[in-house]
């Protein structure tokens, strides 16, 4: 009899989001590993593996991903109609641009890469994608920050109502349940910032833009992928039971 974990990696493997996001951790696991064992005087004989697997699993991820730009111009499009806050559609549409852009600069990477053909401005293609993905990452941070705040709006309204029922013992359900859903958009909100304050140290140091050093950049990538796994984990998982 398989188990449930077994089961549900089977099925987690089996979707490109799922591979995508296994073959992200070790990428960039790799990439903390490499960096620390090279820091600290490891032979050579444990810091080429991890190096070589990093690169071998980058170039796999940049060839899952072509034609990707294609899901992010529709993304932008269904953005443009996701709200009718001018602000929020704004960066959400920008976001996907961005993405698309960079998916496109990635998929250049990967010709490259793979010696499809060389280009001899390879190192500018790769600082351009950084500096998409960066653009992107800041739009759907600026929209996490701006979506916080109308969370808590919301919940202020709500408030003195919950303080009114809680001192009469008759707190209504439909009051519970929009309390209970906005604290659920807000723990969405606040994990998604925080995927996001990490994620954006990847393609800042591409930029040079801080030098916190492969390690840390390294492990923000790991943490972002297992992060990025836990929910489609959990709903295949929960599936079972």
């Given at each position: 009899?398989?188990s449930?974990?077994?089961?549900?990696?089977m099925?987690?493997?089996?979707t490109t989001?799922?591979r995508?996001k296994?073959?992200r951790?070790?990428q960039?696991?790799?990439?903390?590993?490499?960096?620390y064992?090279?820091?600290?005087?490891?032979?050579?004989?444990?810091?080429?593996?991890?190096?070589?697997?990093?690169?071998?699993?980058?170039?796999?991820?940049?060839?899952?991903?072509i034609?990707?730009?294609?899901?992010?111009i529709?993304?932008a499009?269904?953005?443009?109609?996701?709200?009718?806050?001018?602000?929020?559609?704004?960066?959400?549409?920008?976001?996907q641009v961005?993405?698309?852009?960079?998916?496109?600069?990635d998929?250049?990477?990967?010709?490259?890469?793979?010696?499809?053909?060389?280009?001899?401005n390879h190192?500018t293609?790769v600082?351009?994608?950084?500096?998409?993905?960066?653009?992107a990452?800041a739009?759907?941070?600026?929209?996490g920050?701006?979506?916080?705040y109308?969370?808590?709006?919301?919940?202020?309204?709500?408030?003195?109502?919950?303080?009114?029922f809680?001192?009469?013992q008759q707190?209504?359900?439909e009051?519970?349940l929009e309390?209970?859903?906005?604290s659920s958009e807000?723990?969405?909100?606040m994990?998604?910032?925080?995927?996001d304050?990490?994620d954006?140290?990847i393609?800042?140091?591409?930029l040079?833009?801080h030098?916190?050093g492969?390690?840390?950049v390294?492990l923000?990538?790991a943490?972002?992928a297992?992060?990025?796994?836990?929910?489609?984990?959990?709903?295949?998982?929960?599936?079972?039971?």
């Amino acid at each position: 009899m398989v188990s449930p974990i077994v089961k549900t990696y089977m099925q987690f493997a089996a979707t490109t989001m799922g591979r995508d996001k296994a073959y992200r951790f070790v990428q960039y696991f790799c990439r903390f590993l490499s960096y620390y064992a090279m820091k600290y005087g490891a032979p050579k004989a444990i810091v080429q593996p991890l190096n070589a697997l990093k690169a071998s699993i980058g170039l796999t991820r940049k060839l899952m991903r072509i034609g990707k730009p294609i899901d992010f111009i529709v993304g932008a499009k269904q953005a443009m109609k996701s709200t009718p806050d001018d602000l929020l559609r704004l960066l959400r549409t920008v976001k996907q641009v961005f993405m698309a852009l960079y998916m496109c600069s990635d998929s250049l990477q990967w010709v490259h890469g793979a010696n499809v053909y060389k280009f001899r401005n390879h190192a500018t293609i790769v600082r351009i994608g950084a500096k998409f993905w960066l653009t992107a990452l800041a739009c759907s941070w600026l929209a996490g920050i701006y979506q916080l705040y109308e969370n808590r709006v919301r919940y202020s309204s709500i408030s003195p109502r919950l303080m009114i029922f809680k001192d009469r013992q008759q707190q209504t359900d439909e009051i519970l349940l929009e309390a209970q859903t906005i604290s659920s958009e807000r723990h969405l909100i606040m994990r998604q910032l925080i995927q996001d304050s990490l994620d954006i140290l990847i393609p800042s140091h591409t930029l040079l833009y801080h030098n916190l050093g492969e390690g840390i950049v390294g492990l923000a990538g790991a943490i972002t992928a297992f992060m990025g796994g836990q929910p489609q984990w959990f709903k295949l998982y929960n599936a079972k039971f």
